[in-house]
């Protein structure tokens, strides 16, 4: 995998964060934010790739220093998450971690759930409330693509792209 002078995610475009979709090549960033849309952790991959896969990574990078003496926490009070994260690995996970969640149920889990009858389970618990403040990570990438080299992606290498979104981050954060 990665090691002196390559990349961190191998070799060849996917390493580079470029990945073919509908139209073309392309680069998801994948963050968590804070309530005032600041983003706490990046993780940057190929267009393709799918978004419940970099759940576990975009969590395990948030790091949010104390005022005081300690050490930073890295475990949100709670998670709102969409659809395409709705998978019980990310359940599990949150499960385990102690962190409240909000992430709706697909329509063919649901289905699946029904059909099994009582071995189906119980539903996840749902509230609304928490949920439309969703939005907070949308309008957190939405003002990372207001910075035009973000939004295009001039750079070639991947690891040069992370770091022109970290640096828009970094000014996102000093601007709030």
């Known amino acids: 995998m990665g090691g002196p002078g390559r990349p ?13 979709s509908r139209g073309g090549f392309s680069t998801k960033v994948h963050l968590s934010a804070d309530g005032r ?6 993780v940057v991959t ?7 896969t970099q759940f576990e990574p975009v969590m ?12 930073p926490r890295t475990r949100p009070d709670s998670v709102s998450a969409d659809k ?11 499960r385990k971690r102690g962190i409240r969640h909000v992430i709706p149920e ?16 119980r539903p996840p618990g749902f509230d609304k409330e928490r949920y439309k403040k969703r939005n907070v990570v ?3 990438i939405n003002k990372l693509k207001g910075f035009r080299a973000v ?14 979104v970290t640096l828009a981050a970094i000014v996102i954060w000093l601007r709030s």
């Open 8 to 20: 961190p995610g191998g070799g060849g475009a996917a390493g580079e964060g470029l990945g073919r």
């Open 37 to 42: 849309c600041r983003p706490l952790s990046l």
């Open 46 to 52: 190929p267009g393709q790739r799918a978004d419940c």
């Open 60 to 71: 395990e990078k948030i790091r949010v220093p104390r005022t005081g003496l300690g050490r």
């Open 84 to 94: 395409a994260y709705s998978n019980r690995r990310t359940r599990a996970y949150l």
């Open 106 to 121: 697909k329509a063919d889990q649901a289905a699946n759930r029904v059909k099994r009858g009582s071995r189906g389970g």
């Open 138 to 140: 949308e309008r957190a």
């Open 151 to 164: 939004a295009t992606r001039y750079d070639k290498r991947g690891h040069v792209f992370l770091g022109t």
